[in-house]
């Protein structure tokens, strides 16, 4: 992807460890701050994230701005959210960021995607170093608001990337794993260490590109899984009987061919889809009485 030629840009942006030191702060464990710290990755990410030809990315968690400096090398404009003034006021002060950059604060898991896609005025591609503790919360709302996004790239712990590519019948296989294979088509990037973070968690990451795809789910897909996976020990037809009927169950499982005994680690995505339409067709013709 070539980058964008401009004087306003520094060639080498300071590391997160320096600022932190140069401003007498630390990071913040309550926000599960780990920045990352090698500007050649930053930049390897929005390479291989292979996203050409985009007026406008949007950054969540813009954090000390080394993946904010990278995206602003390759995009005509950058608009960054972050929800820590002390990170705020340190890129303001340091002004190492060209004015293509807009810097937002805010909290990343109340924003109104569909407000912020009309004012960009195209479905959003989204970049980010996800804290771990809000990552699933965080993917479970993209996905709902799936119509509004054509892209995210999004840095996570290792094991929350393993859960999004797993496939059906494997131990980390559920929920999330359901919706990506459904709604996207998902590439891992990169792994990361530790220690390409300042400071470094205890655990590896992973670089995931999510690309979306144009499809149609039924209202009560989310609701569908949420209870299927709500206990994982117990058969997926109990699950599902704390909410539907047994009676209409047992007869779509015999539809779909859905075996009574199976479990909700067993069900491939397209089923989920296949029952979840099922379900909804139930729901109206019983809303319809």
């Known amino acids: 992807m070539p980058e964008v030629v401009s004087r306003d840009i520094p060639s080498r942006p300071p590391g997160p460890k320096e600022l932190l030191r140069r401003h007498g702060l630390r990071a913040r464990k309550s926000l599960g701050q780990h920045f990352l710290a090698r500007p050649e990755v930053a930049h390897r990410i929005v390479e291989l994230a292979d996203?050409?030809?985009?007026?406008?990315?949007?950054?969540?968690?813009?954090?000390?701005?080394?993946?904010?400096?990278?995206?602003?090398?390759?995009?005509?404009?950058?608009?960054?959210?972050?929800?820590?003034?002390?990170?705020?006021?340190?890129?303001?002060?340091?002004?190492?960021?060209?004015?293509?950059?807009?810097?937002?604060?805010?909290?990343?898991?109340?924003?109104?995607?569909?407000?912020?896609r009309e004012e960009i005025g195209a479905p959003l591609v989204l970049f980010g170093n996800l804290p771990y503790y809000l990552s699933s919360r965080l993917l479970f709302r993209l996905y709902q608001e799936h119509s509004s996004l054509r892209a995210c790239v999004f840095m996570f712990q290792r094991e929350v990337a393993e859960r999004l590519l797993a496939p059906p019948g494997s131990k980390s296989y559920g929920l999330l794993s359901v919706l990506t294979a459904l709604l996207t088509q998902a590439r891992r990037l990169l792994v990361l260490s530790p220690g390409h973070f300042y400071p470094p968690p205890e655990?590896?990451?992973?670089?995931?590109?999510?690309?979306?795809?144009?499809?149609?789910?039924?209202?009560?897909?989310?609701?569908?899984?949420?209870?299927a996976f709500s206990r994982r020990r117990k058969k997926l037809l109990r699950n599902l009987a704390t909410v539907w009927p047994e009676g209409p169950l047992r007869e779509i499982f015999r539809e779909l061919a859905l075996p009574e005994d199976l479990r909700a680690e067993a069900l491939a995505p397209e089923k989920y889809l296949a029952l979840a339409a099922r379900l909804e067709a139930y729901e109206t013709v019983e809303q319809g009485k």
């Open 51 to 116: 996203l050409s030809g985009l007026k406008t990315v949007v950054e969540l968690g813009a954090g000390l701005g080394l993946l904010t400096f990278a995206l602003a090398r390759h995009f005509p404009r950058v608009i960054a959210y972050e929800l820590d003034e002390r990170l705020l006021e340190i890129l303001e002060k340091e002004a190492f960021l060209p004015p293509r950059v807009e810097l937002r604060r805010g909290d990343i898991l109340r924003l109104d995607y569909r407000a912020l």
């Open 203 to 227: 655990v590896s990451s992973a670089v995931v590109r999510l690309v979306f795809r144009e499809v149609r789910c039924p209202k009560n897909l989310f609701r569908v899984l949420k209870v």
